[in-house]
């Protein structure tokens, strides 16, 4: 069986992580603006408002994606994986795709384009991947 792994570029991963989880607490944290026309829009003196929650819940959203990668990446596990069937991609969104749909792959400097069988085509982020060129030129199709 041939069994490929990509890794996570862990310092950019995680450089990403501590910004969207910073920036999360210090929105959660930072009081309300008493001053200009926008001081009572995200948050008054009780909390949040709506929008502001619904800011808050966005930024919480890209912290918990940004956390599962920086943690996958420091505990070296794979972003792409691939088994002789099967192209797993763990970065966000989560795919599993069956080699035997693919057609042919078109690498690209950030990315992947995976020509399906079918006509459609699938992209695969891989600007927090090491090396994506070298392992998606070693994946071999049916």
């Not at 948050?43 to 949040?48: I, K, L, V, W, Y």
């Not at 972003?79 to 749909?101: F, H, T």
């Amino acid at each position: 069986m041939d069994k490929r792994e990509a890794k996570f570029r862990t310092g950019i991963v995680s450089a990403f992580a501590f910004f969207w989880v910073a920036a999360t607490v210090g929105f959660y944290f930072l009081p309300a603006s008493p001053h200009g026309r926008m001081s009572k829009v995200l948050r008054t003196d009780e909390g949040f408002t709506i929008i502001g929650g619904v800011v808050f819940s966005i930024f919480c959203v890209f912290s918990l994606i940004a956390l599962f990668s920086a943690i996958r990446a420091c505990l070296g596990w794979p972003a792409i994986s691939y088994n002789g069937k099967v192209l797993k991609e763990y970065v966000v969104p989560l795919r599993r795709i069956p080699i035997s749909d693919v057609e042919r792959i078109e690498v690209r400097s950030k990315d992947a384009l995976l020509h399906l069988k079918s006509g459609g085509k699938r992209t695969v982020n891989a600007r927090l991947v090491q090396n994506h060129e070298a392992f998606f030129n070693r994946v071999i199709l049916d």
